[in-house]
């Protein structure tokens, strides 16, 4: 490598944040700009690199440039790195690209040892100051670089206080700071097996190397592998010349945002402390002050740090997080960056900078974390009230909920009417259970992953639910739940949160959901921003209302399924099942005629001319029967209670044999979607029927009627053309034609199977819209079950990175996106104005968002509650990808 | 329409069969060849077509163009259609494109009436011979236009002959005869409720009309479906004026093919009947006589006959049924065709008809049905011997069987060691059946696809299976199954035919398979034709060897698992699986090395430096686990036994723990292939170990090693590349590099996950070979899990025609077949050398091999007994397809 891999602080920029890091190139651009920085530089990341690549060896060149870097550093401080009379002392400090916890602290003092802190003393006429430095670098040294456990060096101080008789580590006297500088390299020489380098170039060379190594350490990996941040970045070393906050009383050093963090509200906000380094403000030892009473404190020094925080929020066009050190009166800046802020002062910075003129709304825009979102979306767990987490299960559905544990439904409805808030856990739900789900405020299973019964339900009705919680057992006998040798009883109070799948047990606060006038402001921007259209998926009226509210621009997708669980239902849709005959079937079609076709008017009347895209029924028929474990566990029973049951367990058996009937192999590929349809065309009719009458009823009320009809799992254009003139003949019959010819209703496909996808040419003429139901066509292109594979090798693949992620979160666009590019290129090619759209849960997924953009999709389609994140979403897709946006050009520094 | 649509057979010829029908065109080619064919003019398929588009009606344009004809045939015969003096009567015939049965039959003598029958009567002077052609021509038009049962024209004959006394129809008086025509006619009137049209023009439009209408009727309607001919090709009617078998003793009518159609052995083979017209040959109420007899009765007419057979055989270059009538001494060819031939009789034939120069050998292997050949390859049924068929099932696995039945695996190792032949019957086999399914002739099954375990292991040991018969109800109880009222007990004797999927109650003789002389030539001519290689699946070293002799250029799929079912490995290996910890799995899994070892050793021996494909474990574990219901039962028996089996009833209860931890929701799409290669590394590791030392031991003596090793199942590029380096690196630990660097082995990947095809571009760079398993790549690409897809909504899909075939028999192109076109062109854009081959069960099928030449690749993979057919229709790819061919030109006729 012939690059020059260290930087003086005079010779980098913002823009340089991938090879100086964020704190590097924040030093660099501040020094350029004026700004009281102490003088420094910075090891590249490209050196880090080549470190790790030379299996962690510092080639000959970055040493000698870092021997160069550091005489121009002496040269203009005027001071000597290891000269007793004048020794210059510099701090050293990791800095990544990307700003991320687990990587080294920061090691100040450096250049200190048993002869230059004589010096320092000296110049400084403060032996105290200097034996402190001393000590601290020794703690900093020992802990960071030789990796000694904090604890041996805070025994030994916490000893020395005792011997003293003080509190506080500044009322140590400087013959006690001697004594503990002894005692620290001591135990630096019992615990490393080596001593404290007095040498300084070597107690250099050390830290960088320890800067590069904590690269690769455990929580910096994990970190890493949580944000989707890359390996191979490597970090950067910022090495500083010091100043000391620790000289004295006109001395400080604290941290201090230029708006408020967790609220967004437009104060200077921060702490400092007197005669303190670095560390101590964080170190909770001493409490800070609040940056305010700096302005009694130090005046001067505060209208300065007011002056220079406006002039970085300026520079940065975002809100700052500033350290800063007072050495003696004068103020110092050691770094700033942009701050770290909760969802909501991220919307309402964001919407205000925009207010003030500082960034335009697609800056704005961009700097939103959608996936944060989510948390203002849904009420949360209090996270500043201690909790104690009884299990942590499958985030099935978000939001969380508080409330006294049942084990069955029937308890749970019988608490629920005498007014008590009931969370219901069970081993999985069934049907069965639909009535305790109704009832409850969240809901808790042992077994089953994001796709079982209790997590698609829960969902549905946007309830909290926590799904999979494999430690718990649950005994229905002794009603009560254990995770090892902790208890819970029914009746107990516990609190769930679906976002994060933890149970906790008791009563845990809730911060309610809400979208503020800040976030308003920017979803109307991004309003007018995106090209995608969003749309929600709604199962039922009431959830299409709340999608209204959230923005949707209709419904994409309303499973029709899902209206067959409630309690009043699921038996007529049983008896339709079961049916021995078409006669009877047909009898419990006709009553489930009547209450499919008041949905569809209700969800047609609540969405007043937007479109509404109803799917025909979808899941294979034994998902709406009990489990045959289930009815043999009854069979036993009845057998057991002896007596003349002769012909209800005769019943009971001859229901067995029928769900062995319908029982698959692998029901995800078996006889669901169309292909019911067209082998039970009686089901398919009645629902179709359902839909046009609704349409009818709307229309004669006056209201404007969008349809969408859509057909699932098609794989063979045939299936469609069959089904298609189906739809075509019953609406024909119910509307009549002079009102089909309006318009009012469109046809089209689900693709959600390989082969759709692959054959979308034969497919497009004879659909009006392909939906690409993206969930399905993922675990078929992949060949996973995520019932399966989420509880099993998906999450071992993730770890190992034999994937980059979750294909099931984040859309796989190189498989599975293929198919879709393919689909709507193929698919318009014969037909121009086919319209396309998704609707599986990649629907709220940012990235996922921004390939549906860039594939030229019509319109993405999620949970209502996810509606906020992609409508943000998708203008940010449009304004990274060739929207033509109005931007400020960079703000020059006031 | 302004087509030609009626051509006179002078102005066809054998070109235009898609216009004017297979007989029409022969008739046409015949007559332009100077054959002795009767005069006539054919109506073209499209005339046919345009009558169905026309919802049923004749143009008149075709009407007027039939007039026409029919005054030109009056002209040539110098008769009158309908004129009493001198009647021109004429046949209609049905003639589609392809030969089939159920289309409308022959109606004779047409042109009769009240007055023509008595000018013919008077003109031949033979009033019997008038009155018998006209109630020929009122029973045929009756049954065939007008569609009365035969049974009423039967029922008076019979009544007539019982009345004058007689035995044979020609034994009737002319007096009877014109009571029958009386009888005749009335009855026509009552069943038709119309009277027998004395318009013989009316009686020409109806019976054209006739033959139209029977393309569309069921029969022919389902032959079209069984054998894939298109529906819309419709059918060509035949008009020829008649001749007369039957005006006397110097007349008779007959049928003759060229060759023996049974055995092909070259001899004229046939029979006629004197004084008779066309179906009373085949009628059966009379006994014709062996054509071999006309050498004595008529020589002049046998010798001509001789001479025109082998004429029109030299004409067609091919085996040609022909139907003559000689009519007062003199020979008249009706009708010339290809002949239908056996299996057998094709091979022999094509064989002989290359020896004799009268085709090239690409012609006689063009002529080969490939599917037939199956009958050729595994013993089969006698047909000849009259059987009652108990029940059908799926044919699971080809091949006949005779035994007793056994309803367990016990009873049928019991009998076989007691020297019986034992049909294993079983509702569904597991892997504790094993040893039952070795020791048997064949296996039925009540439930189960045509991959459940039962059909897998079948066909991986070569034994006849038929799976899946649900009509079967066995009752392990009382030891016997049923169908209906039909029971058969255990210990009786029953025959199945694995091709079929019969049943049959009693020992039926069986016809052993052979690869006759001509069929060994034939192979040898496709050998030196063809471009695929072909190869087997074979999964042990016996099928290695079998394969071989069936002429396998290697081994495409070994699947390792198939060893693994064994009786003295299957403990072996449901230890490794429920090992409580890695130790005790290591120890399991070092007592299979040695196997699997033994294996690999005999199977590179047996391939002797041929190419073997080694798949690593594929299905899930649980499938060598029994299942829960089973062990339940057992906890059940344990519990109504009582007494101390406490510890053993854990030891159940604990294994049924296991099994639920592994039960997965949709198997197919779960924790199998590399994913549990990845999870569980150290049985794939024993895996490579054995192959790799196989593959030093036969190095060491001096064996020829080519090997490749197969990552089943991979959807990433990054499961390949984990595994490809775990498998050089123990390649290299047990081989070395210096033999590793001769190249001995390849590492590969199985396209079977649509993921990987698509990302196939990512994939090759570390992959020496694609192997495209098109199971499963059909089962995932259509969402479809086989053993539910056949049972249920797939037949329905290819009767209703939503499928024009069963994607698992006949590779789909469009959507399957695009994935692989991609991954082949995608992956050999990056490197070019990659071999690709296919080893699904499509590997036997033509359709699919001729797939597989189009898209270039290097090789199919079948099961052995597959081979011939497989190397074949890769010759009769070749030749289709660019082949530079030497086929001899259309030979002039002698």
């Known amino acids: 490598m012939n690059n020059k891999q260290v930087f003086d602080f005079q010779e980098g920029n913002a823009g340089m944040k991938t090879l100086l890091g964020g704190k590097g190139a924040h030093l660099a651009e501040m020094t350029r700009a004026g700004l009281p920085v102490p003088p420094g530089f910075t090891i590249s990341t490209e050196a880090c690199l080549s470190y790790f690549k030379a299996d962690n060896r510092m080639s000959d060149e970055l040493q000698s440039e870092i021997v160069a870097a550091l005489h121009r550093l002496e040269t203009l401080k005027g001071q000597k790195f290891?000269?007793?009379?004048?020794?210059?002392?510099?701090?050293?400090?990791?800095?990544?690209?990307?700003?991320?916890?687990?990587?080294?602290?920061?090691?100040?003092?450096?250049?200190?040892?048993?002869?230059?802190?004589?010096?320092?003393?000296?110049?400084?006429n403060n032996a105290r100051f200097a034996y402190d430095c001393y000590r601290r670098l020794l703690q900093m040294f020992g802990n960071v670089v030789l990796d000694i456990g904090g604890h041996h060096f805070e025994k030994i101080v916490h000893r020395l206080k005792q011997e003293e008789g003080v509190s506080q580590d500044q009322d140590l006297t400087p013959d006690a700071l001697l004594r503990l500088i002894a005692d620290f390299k001591h135990c630096i020489q019992l615990q490393a097996g080596r001593p404290f380098p007095q040498d300084?170039?070597?107690?250099?060379?050390?830290?960088?190397?320890?800067?590069?190594?904590?690269?690769?350490?455990?929580?910096?990996?994990?970190?890493?592998?949580?944000?989707?941040?890359?390996?191979?970045?490597?970090?950067?070393?910022?090495?500083?010349?010091?100043?000391?906050?620790?000289?004295?009383?006109?001395c400080g050093t604290g941290v201090v945002f230029t708006r408020n963090p967790s609220t967004g509200a437009t104060e200077l906000f921060g702490e400092y402390l007197i005669n303190a380094q670095g560390e101590d403000v964080v170190a909770g030892t001493r409490t800070p002050q609040p940056v305010a009473s700096l302005s009694d404190e130090m005046p001067a020094v505060f209208e300065q740090l007011v002056r220079l925080a406006k002039q970085l929020e300026q520079h940065y066009r975002d809100m700052q997080d500033i350290e800063f050190t007072v050495e003696q009166g004068r103020l110092y800046i050691l770094q700033t960056r942009n701050g770290k802020r909760n969802a909501q002062a991220a919307v309402t910075i964001a919407a205000n900078l925009v207010k003030e003129g500082t960034i335009a709304k697609e800056d704005a825009l961009q700097r939103i974390e959608v996936s944060h979102l989510d948390k203002l979306l849904h009420r949360g767990i209090d996270e500043s009230v201690a909790t104690e987490v009884?299990?942590?299960?499958?985030?099935?559905?978000?939001?969380?909920?508080?409330?006294?544990?049942?084990?069955?439904?029937?308890?749970?409805?019988?608490?629920?009417?005498?007014?008590?808030?009931?969370?219901?856990?069970?081993?999985?739900?069934?049907?069965?259970?639909?009535q305790g789900v109704l009832v409850s405020e969240g809901i808790i299973t042992s077994r089953g992953g994001m796709t079982s019964h209790a997590a698609v339900v829960a969902r549905g009705m946007g309830k909290p639910c926590?799904?999979?919680?494999?430690?718990?057992?649950?005994d229905e006998e002794q009603r009560q739940m254990s995770v090892g040798s902790r208890l819970v009883q029914e009746g107990d109070w516990i609190t769930i949160d679906g976002a994060s799948g933890r149970v906790i047990i008791g009563e845990v606060p809730l911060r309610?959901?809400?979208?503020?006038?800040?976030?308003?402001?920017?979803?109307?921007?991004?309003?007018?921003?995106?090209?995608?259209?969003?749309?929600?998926?709604?199962?039922?009226?009431?959830?299409?209302?709340?999608?209204?509210?959230?923005?949707?621009?209709?419904?994409?997708?309303?499973?029709?399924?899902?209206?067959?669980?409630?309690?009043?239902?699921?038996?007529?849709?049983q008896r339709m099942i079961l049916a021995d005959d078409i006669e009877e079937r047909h009898q419990a079609l006709e009553q489930l005629l009547p209450m499919q076709q008041a949905d569809f008017e209700a969800m047609l009347t609540n969405m007043d001319g937007h479109p509404v895209n109803i799917r025909l029924l979808d899941p294979p028929l034994h998902e709406f029967l009990p489990k045959e474990k289930e009815l043999r566990k009854k069979l036993d029973d009845l057998d057991r209670a002896g007596g003349d049951n002769e012909s209800e367990k005769k019943a009971v058996l001859s229901l067995i044999r029928k769900v062995q009937a319908l029982e698959e192999v692998n029901p995800m590929l078996g006889q669901r979607g169309c292909r019911l349809g067209i082998v039970y065309p009686e089901i398919y009719d009645m629902q179709i029927e359902a839909i046009f009458r609704a349409a009818s009823r709307c229309i004669d009320k006056g209201t404007k009627v969008t349809l969408e009809i859509m057909v699932p799992l098609v794989g063979h254009v045939n299936e469609l053309a069959m089904l298609r003139e189906r739809i075509d003949t019953i609406g024909e019959r119910i509307l009549g034609r002079e009102i089909l010819e309006r318009g009012i209703y469109q046809v089209g496909t689900m693709i959600e199977v390989p082969r759709a996808a692959l054959t979308?040419?034969?497919?497009?003429?004879?659909?009006?819209?392909?939906?690409?139901?993206?969930?399905?066509?993922?675990?078929?292109?992949?060949?996973?079950?995520?019932?399966?594979?989420?509880?099993?090798?998906?999450?071992?693949?993730?770890?190992?990175?034999?994937?980059?992620?979750?294909?099931?979160?984040?859309?796989?666009?190189?498989?599975?996106?293929?198919?879709?590019?393919?689909?709507?290129?193929?698919?318009?090619?014969?037909?121009?104005?086919?319209?396309?759209?998704?609707?599986?849960?990649?629907?709220?997924?940012?990235?996922?968002?921004?390939?549906?953009?860039?594939?030229?999709?019509?319109?993405?389609?999620?949970?209502?509650?996810?509606?906020?994140?992609?409508?943000?979403?998708?203008?940010?897709?449009?304004?990274?990808?060739g929207y033509e946006k109005t931007m400020k050009s960079s703000l020059p520094i006031s």
Chains 1, 2 share one sequence.
């Open 82 to 124: 290891g000269n007793p009379a004048d020794p210059l002392l510099v701090s050293v400090r990791s800095g990544s690209v990307t700003s991320m916890p687990g990587m080294m602290d920061t090691i100040l003092n450096l250049g200190l040892n048993d002869e230059t802190v004589e010096g320092l003393a000296a110049k400084t």
């Open 200 to 250: 300084v170039r070597e107690q250099l060379t050390l830290a960088v190397e320890a800067v590069f190594q904590s690269w690769n350490n455990s929580r910096a990996k994990i970190y890493r592998k949580i944000n989707r941040i890359p390996d191979d970045q490597g970090t950067a070393v910022n090495i500083q010349s010091m100043v000391f906050g620790n000289r004295g009383q006109d």
């Open 390 to 434: 009884f299990a942590i299960g499958l985030p099935a559905s978000p939001g969380a909920a508080v409330g006294q544990v049942a084990f069955d439904a029937d308890v749970a409805m019988e608490w629920s009417q005498a007014g008590k808030k009931v969370i219901l856990a069970r081993p999985e739900t069934t049907p069965e259970d639909i």
């Open 466 to 474: 926590v799904c999979g919680c494999e430690t718990i057992k649950i």
């Open 512 to 573: 309610e959901a809400e979208i503020t006038e800040e976030l308003s402001e920017l979803l109307e921007w991004a309003d007018s921003i995106r090209k995608l259209k969003v749309r929600a998926n709604a199962d039922n009226p009431h959830d299409a209302s709340v999608a209204k509210q959230f923005g949707a621009e209709g419904i994409g997708l309303c499973r029709t399924e899902h209206m067959f669980f409630s309690a009043e239902r699921l038996p007529v849709v």
């Open 760 to 881: 979308a040419a034969q497919i497009a003429p004879i659909a009006d819209f392909f939906s690409f139901g993206t969930n399905d066509l993922t675990q078929m292109t992949f060949g996973y079950s995520r019932d399966d594979a989420e509880g099993k090798f998906l999450s071992h693949y993730v770890d190992q990175k034999i994937l980059p992620h979750n294909p099931f979160q984040v859309l796989d666009t190189e498989g599975v996106g293929l198919l879709i590019e393919w689909a709507t290129t193929s698919g318009r090619s014969i037909k121009p104005n086919l319209k396309t759209g998704i609707c599986g849960e990649h629907g709220g997924d940012k990235d996922s968002i921004f390939f549906c953009h860039r594939t030229g999709l019509d319109y993405v389609s999620c949970s209502p509650f996810r509606l906020p994140m992609a409508r943000i979403a998708a203008a940010q897709a449009a304004i990274a990808y």
